[in-house]
T-cell receptor, first 118, second 115 residues
Framework: AQKVTQAQTEISVVEKEDVTLDCVYE???????LFWYKQPPSGELVFLIR??????QNEISGRYSWNFQKSTSSFNFTITASQVVDSAVYFC???????????????FGTGTQLKVEL | DSGVTQTPKHLITATGQRVTLRCSPR?????VYWYQQSLDQGLQFLIQ???????AKGNILERFSAQQFPDLHSELNLSSLELGDSALYFC??????????????FGPGTRLTVL
């Protein structure tokens, strides 16, 4: 069975600090997809990024960057120069294809609560 | 705004009652997913429909059922409600089914409180 582990339950930083959120996954699939979602205090889930298993190039989008390492089954997320608006719960997720029915689903980690203070 | 709509936003009801949650996917998306978010279980996949057909099932209770209508909107029916069913219920949509690469876009959720 697939599994996603986010060992950091809560992280507190001061504005402008860099912060890294860890994600470790388990899967038997050779091709798979990983995702990060953000859940701000308002409650909605916002898609941030998708990464496939055969592309280990790191990705940067503004202050956000992602480090995918297949050898350690990790997909870590770094926010550079954090801001108060980054305060949210961040979820890492792994996509699973359900062969029997032709469906698919996301398996989520337990999330990391990030608090950015002034 | 993801383009996925869910109604109602909040729902307060009593134990033993039945409720219906509604979801409209993004324009062009044929797949609808339902997830439950609770403090003790986290974010859990319940069920997926694609173009009206059930495609995947998670840890969905027998008291819960869902369907997707010809106009692609979906409803999640929860019956014989218990206190433990209190949670945030999300609907998500994606273009296709059976492909792990497609990101799912989530609606704002329906917060269900069972008293």
């Amino acid at each position: 069975a697939q599994k996603v582990t986010q060992a950091q339950t809560e992280i507190s930083v001061v504005e402008k600090e860099d912060v890294t959120l860890d994600c470790v996954y388990e899967t038997r699939d050779t091709t798979y997809y990983l995702f990060w979602y953000k859940q701000p205090p308002s409650g909605e889930l916002v898609f941030l990024i998708r990464r496939n298993s055969f592309d280990e190039q790191n990705e940067i989008s503004g202050r956000y960057s992602w480090n995918f390492q297949k050898s350690t089954s990790s997909f870590n997320f770094t926010i550079t120069a954090s801001q108060v608006v980054d305060s949210a719960v961040y979820f890492c997720a792994l996509s699973e294809v359900i062969l029997t029915g032709g469906g698919n689903k996301l398996t989520f980690g337990t999330g990391t609560q990030l608090k950015v203070e002034l | 705004d993801s383009g996925v709509t869910q109604t109602p936003k909040h729902l307060i009801t009593a134990t033993g009652q039945r409720v219906t949650l509604r979801c409209s996917p993004r324009s062009g998306d044929l797949s609808v997913y339902w997830y439950q978010q609770s403090l003790d279980q986290g974010l859990q996949f319940l069920i997926q429909y694609y173009n009206g057909e059930e495609r995947a099932k998670g840890n969905i209770l027998e008291r819960f059922s869902a369907q997707q209508f010809p106009d692609l909107h979906s409803e999640l029916n929860l019956s014989s409600l218990e206190l433990g069913d209190s949670a945030l219920y999300f609907c998500a949509s994606s273009v296709v089914s059976g492909q792990g690469k497609n990101e799912q876009f989530f609606g704002p959720g329906t917060r269900l409180t069972v008293l």
